[in-house]
């Protein structure tokens, strides 16, 4: 892999972006929040090609540079480092002399097909046994730490930890829901295609990109779905709508009229819940 810096100038305004070379098989540009822009191609291609593509997406960047520039001003200095965890901020307090945190445990967000306190009450045994500094009861968590340096890092950990074991268990809820709704609408709609019949194979990342991912082969016959660790952080409505929106594309792969359709019956709200986590991803330091 090569890394090189670059610049150029467009319209009197100065763009500085990092090049990444490596053994890729697509372009793929990037507006990141400690980088900037970002661009990653074969290495094969020529080094002008970056700028190339930087020129032919430049309102796109130009857009993405406005908003993380918006959403930095947006956070007071002592907020950049929060943590959230099912769209509930955690705030430091001192207590006995210590650095702890303690507060409320509560969910946000209101999801379509199963009722919040049954969620909780799983998630709380879940969260309960990640940790062995963090200590839970029905309402309340406590961290053991020094400072408030190691607390963010702890409450970091414990988030990443309950990723794998909290999304699996929600993913599995709904693929039963989703399985249940498909064996009725498949036939109805003449929907030509097997992959909704065996629940994906569920890969738990930690990506920034994008909160959810399908993978289907046709060549193998096979599909996986990814999600990101950081949708621990947002409400529970809204890792409903991510899960949902990655299993109708076992059916429909791409975002077509067709796909929006399904989605319809699948969850009536997605249009308003793709808004707020928009909304949600511009003021809040969910990763």
């Given at each position: ?33 400690d ?16 700028k ?10 130009n ?41 409320k ?14 969620l ?14 963090i ?17 963010l ?26 399985s ?12 030509k ?24 082969s046709?060549?193998?016959f096979?599909c ?14 809204y890792?409903e ?39 949600w ?7």
């Amino acid at each position: 892999m090569k890394t090189i810096t670059q610049s150029f100038s467009y319209q009197n305004k100065e763009y500085s972006y990092v090049v990444i070379l490596d053994n890729y098989k697509t372009v793929r540009i990037r507006v990141k929040k400690d980088i900037g822009i970002e661009i990653k191609m074969p290495k094969s291609y020529p080094l002008n090609y970056a700028k190339k593509a930087l020129l032919s997406h430049i309102d796109w960047i130009n857009e993405k540079l406005e908003l993380l520039q918006t959403y930095q001003n947006q956070l007071p200095k002592s907020e950049k480092d929060e943590i959230f965890c099912f769209g509930k901020q955690f705030i430091t307090k001192p207590i006995h002399k210590k650095m702890a945190v303690m507060e409320k445990i509560s969910f946000t967000g209101t999801p379509f097909y199963f009722n919040t306190h049954t969620l909780f009450t799983k998630a709380i045994a879940i969260l309960q046994t990640s940790s062995p500094n963090i200590r839970l009861s029905a309402t309340e968590i406590f961290v053991e730490c020094k400072n408030e340096k190691e607390l963010l890092q702890k409450l970091s950990s414990w988030r990443s930890k309950t990723a794998e074991q909290f999304l699996s268990y929600y993913y599995t809820m709904l693929w039963q829901i989703f399985s249940e709704k498909m064996q009725v609408h498949v036939p109805r709609l003449g929907i030509k295609t097997h992959f909704h019949q065996t629940m994906p194979y569920l890969q738990i990342r930690t990506c920034k990109r994008v909160f959810g991912s399908c993978k289907i082969s046709r060549k193998d016959f096979t599909c996986s779905i990814m999600l990101s660790r950081h949708l621990m952080g947002l409400p529970l409505e809204y890792i409903e709508f991510v899960i949902l929106h990655e299993f109708c594309h076992l059916i429909f792969p791409n975002h077509s009229p067709n796909f929006y359709a399904l989605f319809d019956l699948l969850l009536p709200n997605h249009k308003i819940l793709r808004q707020a986590i928009i909304q949600w991803s511009k003021t809040h330091n969910t990763f």
